[in-house]
């Protein structure tokens, strides 16, 4: 019976074995299976072989007509506004009234100094009377010298006193003139900065003139361009609604500091006679041809945002893993993008199919030049 139980187990011990020895290579095959899925495909993407530009490359900025002169109008003195007899886009002619204030404090201050004035001559004439008395008298020995001495200083005071009189007379006739602000040349009005019934200070802007002696166009321009641009360069101005409008201009004045927001620079271009389309306010199109620098274009497909910034995936040429990489952008177009900073020759960057990558990536070139 102990032969028999023996030879039982002995059986099912074996078929373990052999069934231990099937299982083995099946579960190793699913594996490898396994692992053969888990592995990433390479993703197909179009490239572009990066090279800095071999001759000046022209640069279109957007802008605005500006005047070459504006005046911020305000009153000397303060006080209520009566009266605004401009608006904004009306023109005004040298001396032209722009607006009024309530003249009657200073009108009662003129006649006060008047007052004073009139005063100070009739002391000043009852004064000359005594001095001129007094010297007939000393001629001819009839008084002392120290009464003369005294009718003379009294005739310096009085006289001191009716030119300062004088003096506030003027005062006060300035200030009443005052009261009326006028255009000191011929321009548009821009801007109005108070109503009438308000009371305004002294210095505060009431209209803003735009001169008529000429117009700038005005525009951000990044550092790079201005690093490239010629020394004396010549900017083609175009109206952005209508190209056929042109002018011609050349840099009439750079900012000696760079925004602190966009880091570009404000760059006044003096128009040579320009059209009458060219309205203030207008926007227009400024194209400069740069001088030969490295400047590197790559298509506009290319480009792609990272930290708020511009940015491009750039191929690792050996591993063939793509990276994410911030670019500075010297200007673009819808076919094109040139590049400041951010990029060397030599770098591989996906032209194609950059909304389907991440960091890391494997990805097989198509159409690179490596």
Not at 246 to 256: D, K, N, S, Y
């Amino acid at each position: 019976m102990i032969g028999a139980v023996g030879r039982r187990l002995s059986g099912t011990i074996s078929r373990c074995v052999c069934a231990t020895a099937l299982a083995v290579p099946l579960l190793m095959a699913a594996c490898k299976k396994q692992e053969q899925a888990e592995a990433p495909v390479p993703r197909p993407v179009r490239t572009v072989t990066v090279e800095p530009s071999k001759a000046g490359e022209t640069v279109t900025l957007t802008g605005h007509i500006d005047a070459q002169d504006s005046s911020a109008m305000a009153f000397r003195i303060s006080g209520r506004m009566t009266d605004r007899f401009v608006n904004v886009g009306d023109i005004v002619k040298p001396g032209q009234e722009l607006a009024r204030l309530d003249p009657q404090n200073e009108l009662n201050a003129l006649r006060a100094a008047q007052s004073q004035l009139n005063a100070a001559q009739a002391q000043l004439t009852q004064a000359r009377a005594a001095f001129e008395r007094q010297r007939t008298l000393l001629n001819q020995g009839h008084t002392p010298r120290a009464q003369f001495e005294i009718a003379e200083k009294a005739l310096h005071t009085a006289q001191a006193n009716a030119d300062a009189a004088e003096v506030q007379v003027r005062v006060a006739a300035d200030r009443v003139s005052y009261t009326v602000l006028q255009a000191d040349a011929a321009g548009t009005v821009t801007a109005r900065g108070a109503e009438p019934g308000e009371v305004v200070q002294a210095g505060q802007m009431i209209v803003t003139i735009a001169r008529q002696n000429g117009r700038d166009a005005v525009f951000d321009v990044p550092a790079q361009v201005l690093r490239s641009a010629p020394s004396d360069p010549r900017v083609e101005i175009r109206l952005t609604d209508d190209p056929s409008v042109v002018a011609q201009g050349r840099v009439r004045e750079i900012a000696p500091q760079a925004d602190p927001v966009t880091r570009t620079f404000a760059v006044r271009i003096a128009l040579t006679d320009p059209p009458a389309a060219m309205r203030l306010g207008a926007t227009v199109n400024g194209t400069l041809r740069l001088e030969a620098d490295q400047v590197i274009a790559i298509p506009a497909s290319a480009l792609t945002e990272y930290n708020r910034q511009p940015a491009v995936w750039v191929v690792d040429p050996k591993k063939l893993t793509v990276s994410l990489r911030n670019i500075e952008t010297l200007n673009f177009s819808q076919a094109s993008v040139s590049v400041a900073h951010g990029l060397e020759a030599g770098d591989i960057v996906v032209t194609a199919g950059v909304q389907a990558l991440h960091p890391g990536q494997t990805v097989r070139l198509l159409g690179a030049v490596l």
